[in-house]
């Protein structure tokens, strides 16, 4: 590798102790910009994604995604050769990532205060469900919940119609990329002063500050929003729209993709129309404006409308389903999606990182480890004693 494709991250060594999704995927993140990420696992199970089907030959298809770049290493951190040998990795470490409830890793004496009387210079990442402090700390917190609690799930959905939540774990999702921006933050300013510092970042929190357009709204008049289905919250036409064969979304929010859009459907008499003249007064008559539209939509196929809407420079695209995602050949022509070897099973496809970096692009290295796979070659790498690595060691044999 020559120096102008060094990572970004490559000579910080980061410890994960995540579960399920925060955690690590922000560890996934700093993998993906060369940090040596070690994630640390309990030696019977392992973080319970593993357990996570579908199955590749008994390997979890999610786990081998979620955990890609990184090593694994078994120990038990409630035993004192666990911990001894965690903290042996805890000196040679730049940061640590974890997931668990808060006070869990407080009473293996494995929190930040523990971590920093070892190592100084760590950057200790916490997430969780609400926060390490306040009166919900101690809840344990998925992402539904957060979803529930900071608005999300009041705004998904179509009016009237049952509480439905994002489909992909939003808030897991977005509290790890928090954590990976928190981590990356902390460590330039380790630069300036040679200490490390700790972490604190919710799905909770991380739910809440995404209502951008919510919160202009209530600050604004004291309106509180609800469910729109695909439409947006100020702006008009902007939503998905059905046609002869399935639907579109268009986004025709500003004069000219507004003139091009009605120039487009034969909509001249709205263009026209003062009452559509600028995108709150659409909103404001946004279901008669939908009718509008879809009385034109819905006699063309996707397909056309596409076309027709892009060469007027309307933005607008297809909903996509995961299958036809996953084969996109505007991806594939990106290079997009790419091909993680294993130890044990055929090389497995991997959704590639969005952070595209001229200098030094996102390692691509291997699928999720198995379980364990890497505890001796790293805790001997570490100068972890001999007695320890095998009393470690033994607990899975």
Request: glycine share 12%; with cysteine.
């Given at each position: 590798?020559?120096e102008?494709?060094?990572?970004?991250l490559?000579?910080?060594?980061?410890?994960?102790?995540?579960?399920?999704?925060?955690a690590?995927f922000a560890?996934?993140?700093?993998?993906?910009?060369?940090?040596e990420?070690?994630?640390?696992?309990?030696p019977r199970?392992?973080?319970?994604v593993?357990a996570s089907?579908?199955?590749v030959e008994?390997?979890?298809?999610?786990?081998?995604?979620?955990?890609?770049?990184?090593?694994?290493?078994?120990?038990?951190?409630k035993?004192?050769?666990?911990?001894?040998a965690?903290?042996?990795?805890v000196?040679?470490?730049?940061?640590v990532?974890e997931n668990l409830?808060?006070?869990a890793?407080?009473?293996?004496?494995l929190?930040?205060a523990?971590?920093?009387?070892?190592?100084?210079?760590?950057v200790?990442?916490?997430?969780?469900g609400w926060?390490?402090?306040g009166?919900l700390?101690?809840?344990?917190?998925?992402?539904i919940?957060?979803q529930a609690?900071?608005?999300?799930?009041s705004i998904?959905?179509?009016?009237?119609?049952?509480?439905?939540?994002?489909?992909?774990p939003?808030?897991?999702?977005?509290c790890?990329l928090?954590l990976?921006l928190?981590?990356t933050?902390?460590?330039?300013?380790r630069?300036?002063t040679g200490v490390?510092?700790?972490?604190d970042?919710?799905?909770?929190e991380?739910?809440v500050?995404?209502?951008v357009?919510?919160?202009?709204k209530?600050?604004a008049t004291?309106?509180?929003?609800?469910?729109?289905?695909?439409a947006?919250?100020?702006?008009?036409?902007y939503q998905?729209?059905r046609?002869?064969?399935?639907?579109?979304?268009?986004?025709?929010?500003?004069p000219?993709t507004?003139?091009?859009?009605?120039?487009?459907?034969?909509?001249e008499?709205?263009?026209a129309?003062?009452?559509?003249?600028?995108a709150t007064?659409?909103h404001?008559?946004?279901?008669?404006?939908q009718?509008?539209?879809?009385?034109?939509t819905?006699?063309?196929t996707?397909?056309?409308l596409e076309?027709?809407?892009?060469a007027?420079?309307v933005p607008?695209?297809?909903?996509?389903?995961?299958g036809e995602?996953?084969t996109?050949?505007h991806?594939t022509?990106r290079?997009?999606?790419w091909d993680?070897?294993h130890?044990?099973?055929p090389?497995?496809r991997?959704?590639?990182?969005?952070m595209?970096l001229?200098?030094?692009?996102?390692?691509?290295?291997?699928a999720?480890p198995?379980l364990?796979a890497d505890?001796?070659?790293?805790?001997e790498r570490?100068?972890?004693?001999a007695?320890?690595?095998?009393?470690v060691c033994a607990?899975?044999?």
């Open positions: 590798m020559t102008q494709a060094r990572p970004p490559a000579g910080i060594r980061v410890l994960e102790v995540g579960v399920f999704m925060a690590p560890a996934m993140q700093l993998a993906d910009l060369g940090a990420v070690i994630k640390v696992e309990d199970s392992g973080d319970p593993r089907g579908p199955f008994g390997e979890s298809s999610p786990y081998l995604r979620l955990n890609r770049n990184k090593e694994s290493v078994a120990l038990d951190l035993s004192d050769a666990g911990r001894q965690f903290l042996a990795l000196a040679t470490a730049d940061v990532v409830r808060p006070g890793m407080a009473r293996m004496g929190d930040a523990g971590v920093h009387a070892v190592n100084p210079r760590v200790y990442a916490s997430g969780s926060g390490q402090d009166p700390a101690p809840l344990p917190g998925l992402d919940m957060a609690r900071s608005g999300i799930m998904t959905g179509t009016p009237g119609g049952e509480p439905v939540k994002v489909g992909v939003l808030c897991d999702l977005v790890g928090y990976a928190a981590v933050a902390a460590l330039r300013e630069d300036r490390g510092q700790a972490v970042v919710s799905l909770f991380a739910g500050s995404l209502a357009w919510e919160a202009g209530y600050f004291g309106d509180v929003g609800g469910p729109l289905g695909s947006h919250q100020s702006q008009a036409p998905a729209f046609t002869a064969d399935g639907w579109i979304t268009i986004g025709a929010n500003t000219n507004w003139a091009g859009l009605c120039r487009t459907l034969g909509m008499e709205a263009l129309d003062e009452r559509y003249a600028d007064k659409r404001a008559l946004r279901e008669e404006l009718d509008l539209v879809e009385a034109r819905t006699t063309r996707t397909g056309d076309a027709a809407l892009g007027t420079g607008c695209a297809p909903i996509n389903d995961y995602v996953f996109d050949d991806l022509a290079g997009f999606y993680a070897p130890p044990a099973l090389p497995q991997q959704i590639g990182s969005p595209r001229s200098a030094s692009p996102p390692v691509r290295d291997h999720g198995p364990g505890t001796r070659a790293v805790l570490a100068g972890v004693p007695d320890v690595v095998d009393a607990v899975r044999s």
